[in-house]
Antibody
Framework: QVTLKESGPGILQPSHTLSLTCSFS??????????VSWIRQPSGKGLEWLAS???????YNNPSLKSRLTVSKDTSNNQAFLKVTSVDTADTATYYC???????????WGQGTLVTVSS | DVVMTQTPVSLSVSLGNQASISCRSS???????????LSWYLQKPGQSPQLLIY???NRFSGVSNRFSGSGSGTDFTLKISRVEPEDLGVYYC?????????FGSGTKLEIK
């Protein structure tokens, strides 16, 4: 059974760095073809893909966030991480991590973690 | 970026009837490896999205056979036959052929 859970600060100030952790079970990020992705959703709005990290260490980021995104993983502890630098109010959203096998992306999702950027 | 255009924006369907949602991409989603990387998701109220269809026409494990996906190139359709109350929510198409990966803006399905 695949499960994922996001954790984060809840609230942070503008210009700070957002750090999120995705803890998962039921699969391994060392398995060929496996990945974890990050997606966010502002309240009442649509979904935006942010980044993905793959079993081989390859990462892909959404260029709309310029160079503010860093995604990484700890395979031994079944965790993936997302950092977003220089946050502002536009980064306020629910952030999801999702199990991303090559052919059926976002097969399973975490419950999401709400991040509010406010001074 | 590949723009995914979903129509309609909202849809009101009577229980037992069929619903159809269109998704058009600004570029062909046929990958050089021969696959078409188009998926459909349903986000029920207050929940995380869930995968319904992948590779344009393959139902994900456990998804009702009332859901079917079709299409190729730039034109795709999700059909929901015999709509049930638990089908309400927002449906999103998504492409992962081209970077950056992009979602459609969503179609809200309401039950009449």
């Amino acid at each position: 059974q695949v499960t994922l859970k996001e954790s984060g600060p809840g609230i942070l100030q503008p210009s700070h760095t957002l750090s999120l952790t995705c803890s998962f079970s039921g699969f391994s990020l060392s398995t060929y073809g496996m990945g974890v992705s990050w997606i966010r959703q502002p309240s009442g709005k649509g979904l935006e893909w942010l980044a993905s990290i793959w079993w081989n260490g390859n990462t892909y980021n959404n260029p709309s966030l310029k160079s503010r995104l860093t995604v990484s993983k700890d395979t031994s502890n079944n965790q993936a991480f997302l950092k977003v630098t220089s946050v502002d109010t536009a980064d306020t959203a629910t952030y999801y991590c999702a199990h991303t096998p090559t052919y059926y992306p976002f097969a399973y999702w975490g419950q999401g973690t709400l991040v509010t950027v406010s001074s | 970026d590949v723009v995914m255009t979903q129509t309609p924006v909202s849809l009101s369907v009577s229980l037992g009837n069929q619903a159809s949602i269109s998704c058009r991409s600004s570029q062909s989603l046929l990958h050089s490896d021969g696959n078409t990387y188009l998926s459909w998701y349903l986000q029920k109220p207050g929940q995380s999205p869930q995968l319904l269809i992948y590779l344009a026409s393959n139902r994900f494990s456990g998804v009702s056979n009332r859901f079917s996906g079709s299409g190729s190139g730039t034109d795709f359709t999700l059909k929901i036959s015999r709509v049930e109350p638990e089908d309400l929510g927002v449906y999103y198409c998504f492409q992962h052929t081209h970077l950056p990966l992009t979602f459609g803006s969503g179609t809200k399905l309401e039950i009449k």
